[in-house]
Every structure is written in structure tokens, then in C-alpha cells.
């Protein structure tokens, strides 16, 4: 066998017509090509990576003593300029215990992850194609350390060490997703993220506010896009692959198709997808709380409450969505490159299951209907990347930015034929101007600028679906309401010896809010607000590496989160019976962090990594009783309801530790794992008392054995979520009672519960590769924490991508 790889890669060599300035990359094992290998100089202020034929260019590193080579799971090698441009071939030897893996969250630029004193994860393309995750949230969980929330099918709110929704934030392609009405109830927005379409996806545990200004307090979600690759030899090159998914549970399927057109100074790409998931059937074995026994349906013009024919099947979960992606790429020279990003995601109506299954009465369901209108998210992105050095810098990156985001809600009571509806939009544009200086005696240097604006408009009225009258009602947002925001940060890594790094931060950010009040339907005291802050973040961190195998480090690390439209100037049901009204006085919430961890190799087998954290919120924006004009309850929607307000009233503390490994049994067999527990309570500043933080998910695990041979991968795997109990339940969870099992005392609590699971790869050839997986495979029901929907039973997934 290696005689025979010997001689393919000798006819490779003289047949394969590449130029001296180009280089293919593959595996030494199997001869595969290594598509997404990188190669950097050893600052990281030229980078490249490979293809999806493994091919790279290197004409900008022309006179580079050591250039880095890396691929997650593979050996990392270090050579001259003039070595590599003498192989038209390099090998990479597998190796996936290792501390040098390549991250871009930390200090938005290529990094070394030893170097940076945080914990950081990231998921690969190819752990993406070999997982099939339905969307960009499944996706998170690969990361083996992120809870996912799901109010309905169509969602995925992740939890990151306590913290969720508007106190994470999530970046595309350097562009912040969070936008003036993200939300502290679960949002959804992550799932407009097609994960089909990802380079790899990376996740920063803890306060990232230096770097990403507000809304990192829990952490960063930091996804990368495919990228339009250049020709390298003269000539056209046309690369395209398409994939199909189908899965049994929801009757699901998801098509993607992408292609890439690239000249010596020009490329272009295109991606496209679309899916289509049916209702979810969940298992067949577990707590009867979660059957679906009945449903919603308008017969001969009156609401009914049915029967459910088949109570595994979870009616009104399905839906659809289709994903564009267009990227176009001028390569000015070899220093400066001109990158353009068109991205569009649009879905079918999204019903809102978790509402769905809310009872009026023993006998009645509450609503006729509840769900969300088409999901709309754009964005356009225009990125100038100069990495010719000058004084002031060795790279810049200018980024412009425009995103619109657009949603609706509509609902109904059963027995009422008001269909109530709320549209919202936001125009987000966003500016940032981001350097690095290496200067000598080790020390670097990151810093910028950014600006954001968002621009809202709300609308809301109920139609009669009877008579098809239209009457207006108040809107969820004051319409014409906006936010601005400015900042500058500096961030220094020093090396001060070969074994400690030290890394400091500081960013100010200052932001206005403004918002003009309908007093049409609610006669609000004020007609007008305007809400302008200012904060200071700092971070300081240090790492140690006293050998090539071993890393520790340590920070301390401040955010922030600046109140926003959704916290300032909503008016909207937190759930039936209770509405929330403004509060124009809110401050923004701040964090501080202390976290320390350490990762450790042992021979050339086994990996393992600890981290420990804690985090105290102060101002925390959360909900409380209140009144409105003096009064305790107020119509909403035609019910009398309880009032409640957003107020900085409370402080919440997070503690928690995550720890991973990694081992390789043999050639062909390892295994690993992640565990994470976390224990999160906010103080109580009527009773003194502290009670159960919220989005404080559950203690939850992951245990992976997986054989590898050539051209096949298998892996059987489990997950476990541990119970909460009704007295660890938040209070507001507590209330929460359609979406919970009873425990022994008829209290609601949250079951704890296991899967196994497998997932299988085949090469078929160079163009075809083949996926199969049993997800569920014991077909339990269960209910992660705080989700609204079942997840699925058994559920078998088969799929394929072929390269055209």
C-alpha cells in the first residue's frame, strides 16, 4: 500500500500542471485533498487556505523563512517559502492531539488558540458535514459546551454559562447579528445561518466586549462562510458541489448546491439551499406530560379542540427555509483584496409550538393560533483586507455593513376571530475599521473603531377572518425608533519569554437610544424617550506553557450589554396574563468574569482541558411587577393582565466548570468527551433571597467513540442532560407548566435524560462521499430544558455530497 501511494504521488507530481507558486495539499494516509488547510507566516499577517481541490496559493509569502501549515486533525508543520514552492505536493500526517489550533474570535485575526488566555471551541467543516446537524444551532452543539433552548422546530436559542438570547452575540463573517429588538425571552435568530455553507463556526466562552462591544457578556458565536477561491494556474477554475439530506423523524429535507467560477484576479461564489421539515414525531418512550393529544382546527367556521390520531406526532412544528449566498472577491494584488458578501435567508410561517399546546380549560386549548410570519434576514457586506505593512500597521481590515431583519407574530384565542398581528423590521449599518501591529520585542498590537445604527419600524393590527375587517392595534415597538453606538478598543499580546504570554484590553463604547410614543391606544406618561450611556471594558489575561505540552491560563474580563428597543420601549404578553410595559430608565447591565483553565497532553495520545469560571451580572434588566398610570393590570389583547417592567433591579451570579478529552486508543479507534456544569441565581431584592437563574442550563455531557479508516468513519456517541427540579426551576419557568413533566408532588421539573446515537461516512470516490446516522436511536421522549417542542424520537438521517 505505501509502494502504491508512492507511485500515485510520483505520477501526481509530473502530471499535475500547477505552477511553482502553487501547492496541494493532502493526507498522507489516504491521498485525499485537504480542502480549508491553512498556511500563515509566523505572525499571521499573510494567510491563505487551501481549496476544495486541496490547491493554494503562495506567491504572497514569496521570501518567508517559516510558513505554518495546519488542518484540525492533522500534524502542523513549519516550513520555508522556498521548500514548499519546490512541492507541487505536501503531505499532512493525521495527528488530533495537539495545542496549535488556529482561532479568528479572540482578537478578530488568525491566532495561535495556546496564545490567547480564554477558552474558545470551533467546529470544522468537515465535523459539520459528518454530523448533519438541521441548522446553524444543532451545529453549536457540536462544540460539545453550548445548551440549545427550542421554542418550535423552527428555532435553536443557544445558552452559553448562564447567559442567553441578547446577553450572547452572534457574528457572521465579522459582522454582528444582534440587532436593537434582540430579545431576553429565547430568540431564534441563529438558525438564518445556513450550515451548509460554513467554513467552521467558533464560540468564545466568556465576556467579549473588548473585542465585540455589547451583548458578549455569556459569550461569542463567531461563524465563518465558505470563501470564492482564485484560479492558480492561468486558466478558469470551476468547482461545484451538491448535497441532499433526508431525514425520518420530521420528514425532513434539505438541498444545497454551491459552485465557484475563479479567474487570476477575480472569483465568484454562489450557494444556495432550501429545506423542508414536516411536524416532529418524538419518542415513544417517556414522561406523558409531552404528548401531543390534541390540536387546533376550524371546523364549519368555529374553533375545535381534536383529537390527536397519532399523539407522538407533534402537529403544527414543520416548516420551511431557503438560504442564498453570494460572494464575490477582487484580488487588487497580493497584499490587498476587495471582498464583497451577499446573504439572504427567508422561511414559511413558523408555528409557535410551546403556545400551541397551552390549555384554556381542561377541554379547550387557549390559542386557535400562534405563529410567526416568514423570518427575513439580508445582509450585505463590503470588506477591504490590506496586509501590506506600514508604520502604523501590519493588516487592516474595513469593513461596511447593511442588514435588514424582518418578522411577524400572529395570534389568535380560541373562540375569538380577531387575528392579531405585530410586524417588525430593522435596517441595522454597521462600520468597522480593524489593525494589527506586530512590534519588535513581542509585542502585538490589535485595535479599531466601530460604529453601529439601527433603524426600527413596528406596525400591529388585527383582522376580523370573518368579515376580513382590518382595525389597528398598538404596535410592539415604538415605530421610528433607533439606536447609535461608537467605539474604540485596544487589545496588547506580549510574549515575554517562549513560555508566558501576557494579554490586556481595553474598549469604550458609547451609545444613544431614542423612541417616539403612540399614545393612541396606551396613554403612556411620556411621549418621547431618549436613553445615552456610556462603558468601559477591560480584560487581562496571561498564559503559561511551560512545555509543548502543556497550557495554562487565567483572566479576568469585563462586558456589557446597553438597553436596547426591546428593553426600553416594548409593550407585549410575556406570557397569557401578564403584559410588560416600558421602562424608559434602564441602565446598562455589566459583567465581571474570572476564569482559569488548562490543557494538558500526555505522550501522543490523550488530550485533556479544564476550565473554570465565574461570573457576577450587576444591573441586570430583569422583569418585575409594576404598575402603568397606577395601576396593577391593564387590557391586553381583550385580557385583563398583570403588569410587569424591565428595571436594573437584581444581581446574578454564575459559576461553572467545562472539561473536555481526547484520546487515541489506536490507529484506527479514539474516543472523547465534554462535560459542563454551571449553577446560575439572580438576588431576589423583595424576599433577600437568591433564586434560580433562568437561562442556567443543566448539568449535560457528551461521550464520543469513534473508529476511522481509510475512506470510512463511524461513531457511536451519547448525550446526557442531568434533572432540574421544580425547586430549581427560575420562577418564571415554574409558571411555565404545559412544558414540563409533573415530579411525584405534581410541580412541574425538567426530566433528566440520555440518548445514543450514531453517524456513519463513506468515500465512495474523489467526487462522492456518502452519510448515514440513527439519531435517538433508543427512542426516548424527551424535552431539553426549557424548550417549548419534544425532540425527536428515533430519528434516521441519510445523506450524500458530490462534487460536478
Known sequence: MPFLFSLVSLLMIFSYSLSAQ?????????????????????????????????????????????????????????????????????????????????????????????????KVESVSMSEISFYNP???????????????????????????RGFSTNRVLIVVDGVRMNNAIFRSGNIQNVIVIDGGSLLDAEVLFGPGSVMYGSDAIGGVMDFHTIKPFFSYNGSLYFDANASFKF????????????????????????????????????????????????????????????????????????????????????????????????????????PRYDRLIEFQNPSTLRSAEWYYGPQEWSLGRFTITNSNPSSYFD??????????????????????????????????????????????????????????????????????????????????????????????????????????????????????????????????????IQNNNGAFNGSIGAVYKPSKNTNVYANISTGFRAPNIDDIGKVFDSEPGSVIVPNPALKPETALNFETGAAQIFGDFL????????????????????????????????VLSKVLTLSNAASAYVWGIQAGILAELSKNFSISGNLNYQTGEEDDEITGQRNPLRHSAPFFSNLNLRYSTEGFTSEIYLIYNSEISFDKLAISEREKTAIYALDQNNKPY???????????????????????????????????????????????????????
Do not use: C
Open 247 to 350: 431525514s425520518t423523524a420530521n420528514n425532513g429535507s434539505t438541498a444545497g448546491l454551491n459552485f465557484n467560477l475563479g479567474w487570476e484576479k477575480f472569483s465568484s461564489l454562489t450557494a444556495l439551499s432550501y429545506s423542508d421539515f414536516g411536524d416532529v414525531k418524538m419518542g415513544s418512550t417517556g414522561p406523558d406530560e409531552y404528548l401531543r393529544n390534541y390540536y387546533q382546527e376550524r371546523i364549519n367556521g368555529n374553533d375545535s379542540t381534536v383529537p390527536n390520531p397519532d399523539n407522538l406526532i407533534q402537529k403544527s412544528s414543520g416548516y420551511s427555509q431557503f438560504n442564498i449566498l453570494q460572494k464575490f472577491a477582487l484580488k487588487v494584488s497580493d497584499n490587498l483584496l476587495f471582498d464583497l458578501g451577499i446573504y439572504h435567508s427567508g422561511s414559511s410561517n413558523s
Open 395 to 528: 493588516r487592516f481590515s474595513l469593513t461596511l455593513a447593511a442588514q435588514r431583519s424582518a418578522e411577524s407574530r400572529y395570534d389568535r384565542r380560541t373562540g375569538n376571530n380577531f387575528l392579531r398581528e405585530n410586524k417588525e423590521e430593522v435596517n441595522l449599518y454597521s462600520f468597522n475599521f480593524d489593525l494589527d501591529k506586530s512590534i519588535t520585542g513581542g509585542l502585538t498590537l490589535f485595535y479599531g473603531i466601530e460604529s453601529i445604527f439601527n433603524f426600527v419600524t413596528s406596525s400591529g393590527q388585527r383582522t376580523n377572518i370573518v368579515t376580513g375587517a382590518v382595525q389597528p392595534v398598538a404596535s410592539r415597538y415604538p415605530d421610528g425608533s433607533k439606536t447609535q453606538s461608537y467605539a474604540a478598543y485596544l487589545v496588547s499580546k506580549y510574549k515575554l519569554s517562549d513560555k508566558i504570554i501576557l494579554n490586556a484590553g481595553l474598549r469604550y463604547t458609547y451609545y444613544t437610544l431614542s423612541a417616539l410614543f403612540d399614545t393612541t391606544f396606551y396613554k403612556f406618561p411620556f411621549t418621547d
Open 22 to 118: 502553487n501547492v496541494k495539499i493532502l493526507d498522507a494516509t489516504s491521498g485525499e485533498s485537504l480542502p480549508a488547510t491553512s498556511i500563515t507566516n509566523t505572525n499571521f499577517s499573510k494567510s491563505v487556505i487551501s481549496n476544495s481541490k486541496g490547491v493554494a496559493s503562495i506567491s504572497s509569502f514569496i521570501g518567508e523563512d517559516s510558513l505554518i501549515i495546519r488542518h484540525i486533525g492533522f500534524k502542523t508543520e513549519i516550513v520555508s517559502y522556498e521548500i514548499l514552492s519546490s512541492k507541487p505536493v505536501f503531505l499532512l500526517n493525521r495527528e488530533n492531539i495537539n495545542l496549535d489550533e488556529i482561532i479568528v474570535s479572540a482578537n478578530k485575526w488568525e491566532q495561535t488558540a495556546s496564545d490567547i488566555p480564554y
Open 607 to 638: 488530550k485533556t482541558d479544564l476550565s473554570l469560571f465565574y461570573t457576577i451580572l450587576s444591573n441586570a434588566i430583569v422583569r418585575r411587577e409594576g404598575s402603568f398610570n397606577g395601576a396593577d393590570s391593564i387590557d391586553y389583547g381583550g
Open 134 to 160: 438541521q441548522n446553524a444551532a444543532d451545529l453549536l452543539e457540536l462544540t460539545g459546551k453550548v445548551f440549545i433552548q427550542k421554542s418550535q422546530q423552527a428555532g435553536g436559542s443557544p445558552m452559553i
Open 750 to 804: 425538567s426530566p433528566d435524560w440520555f440518548t445514543l446515537n450514531l453517524k456513519s461516512s463513506y468515500k465512495v470516490s474523489h467526487n462522492l462521499k456518502l452519510f448515514f446516522g440513527i439519531e435517538n436511536i433508543l427512542d426516548k421522549r424527551y424535552r431539553p430544558y426549557s424548550s417549548g417542542i419534544v425532540a425527536p424520537g428515533r430519528n434516521f438521517i441519510f445523506s450524500f455530497q458530490a462534487g460536478l
